[in-house]
Every structure is written in C-alpha cells, then in structure tokens.
C-alpha cells in the first residue's frame, strides 16, 4: 500500500485527443486511464479496450527497444502517467506488468506475420542475415503446409520443398553467432540464454520431425510462439545491451 502511495503522488494527469498516442513524449512509463478508453493494437488489429481504470506501457518499461504493440486514445482521454524509473523500484508491480504484457502478446500472435522488419535488427550483419533468413524460411513453410492442407494429393511434390524450407530453421548457426557474440560482450545474461537455444532448437527438431513424416503439426502456431518470445523479448533485452558496447 505504501508503494502504491507513492507512486500515485508521482503520477501526472495528461490529456489526450482521440487518436493520440499514449506513450507521445517518448519516454517508457505506466499510464493508467483515469476517463475515456485507450486501444492497445499490434500491426493494426486491436489486441485490446481499456477502459477506466486500466493502464498500458508495460512494454517499454519492461524492454528498452522499439514497442510491438500500440496504445491510442480512441476517443478524448485522460490518463495518469507514473515515470518508468519509480515503477521498476517495486518487484511485484513487475512481475505483474510482465503478466499483462505476456497476456496482450498472446493474442497478438494472431495478427503476426513472418515479415523481417528493420526494428527487429539487433544491428549485428551477420546474425541479422542469420534471423531475417529463418523469418523468410518460416513463411514458406507455412505457405507450403497451406498448401498441403488445401490440396492433400500434393505432398510427395511439395515433400523436397519442406525440407529446403526446414533447413535454415533447423540450423545452429544463428544461435551460435549470437552466443559468441555474447560472449565476446560480456553479456551477463548468457548463461540463461544458451539453455534457452538449446530448448528452443530440440523442440523446432522435434516438430520438424513430425512434418517430414507427414504427421499432424502446429509448427507455424509454435513458432510464432518462439518468435515473439524469443526475437522479441530476449532479444531485445540483448539489442539494448550489444549497442551500450558497439
């Protein structure tokens, strides 16, 4: 309770007009809606309302990269913004901002697409060349499986094809350019990031697996899953990192 005192004697009252963005002073903040309702979208879609007494801009507190999702006013406004730096002095509040932001990333998924965009960069060439490839291969795999499913009678043709396309998805290369790259920055986070590799890539073979036989799968479901949580989270967390050391 004391916490939460005082943060609301740091909060600001700021106005908005319909279609304004929240977060439009460009610094990372909590902003809790006092009146009128805000949209929360991912590329367009609404992900969802908020209405009296809900807050957005748990993303940019929690990553100090570009933002997935948008937060516009849908109609005259008022939110309370709470700076970033008093937010994350209380732990709890964290974990439930990461809660929201996890929820809200859910059901974004629905809206994703596997089209490389130059704010997923984590300014490296080789291992965006690495990233951007396996993005471009998970887009044919999944026009590939469309089409298997649409037309059941062309799987031997389209067999060699999932394989090409499951290839770069398959390959070590990436995470291993990316540990070192670790490594070499001294980045304290690699110790949790290897094991995460190492599961992530165990759980793409075994499903990987599964198309070549021909068998059920939900590979594109699960890889949209291992994106956002994977390029867009980790990585994000090591994106601000890498640039403090280039």
Request: with cysteine.
């Amino acid at each position: 309770m004391a916490e939460l005192r005082v943060l609301l004697e740091l909060a600001e009252s700021l106005r908005l007009a319909r279609g304004e963005d929240v977060g439009r002073e460009g610094e990372a903040a909590l902003f809790i809606l006092e009146s009128g309702s805000v949209s929360v979208s991912c590329r367009g879609q609404v992900v969802e309302t908020l209405g009296p007494g809900g807050y957005c801009g748990e993303e940019g507190i929690l990553f100090a990269s570009f933002c997935i999702l948008d937060e516009v006013a849908a109609e005259d406004s008022v939110v309370y913004r709470i700076p970033a730096a008093a937010v994350i002095e209380s732990p709890l509040l964290l974990w439930r901002l990461r809660e929201t932001f996890e929820r809200r990333l859910a059901e974004a998924k629905r809206f994703f697409t596997f089209d490389w965009r130059d704010e997923y960069s984590v300014g490296v060439g080789e291992l965006d060349a690495h990233r951007s490839g396996i993005f471009e291969a998970i887009d044919e795999l999944a026009r590939l499986l469309a089409a298997r499913e649409a037309a059941p009678e062309t799987e031997a043709g389209n067999h060699a094809r999932l394989a090409e396309a499951l290839a770069p998805i398959r390959s070590r290369a990436a995470a291993r350019y990316e540990e070192a790259s670790m490594a070499a920055w001294g980045y304290p986070a690699l110790a949790e990031h290897a094991p995460i590799h190492a599961q992530l890539l165990a759980e793409i073979d075994g499903f990987a697996d599964r198309i070549e036989k021909g068998e059920p799968e939900e590979l594109i479901d699960f890889m949209k899953d291992c994106l956002l949580r994977h390029t867009l989270i980790f990585d994000r967390e090591y994106m601000a990192y890498s640039k403090k050391k280039r």
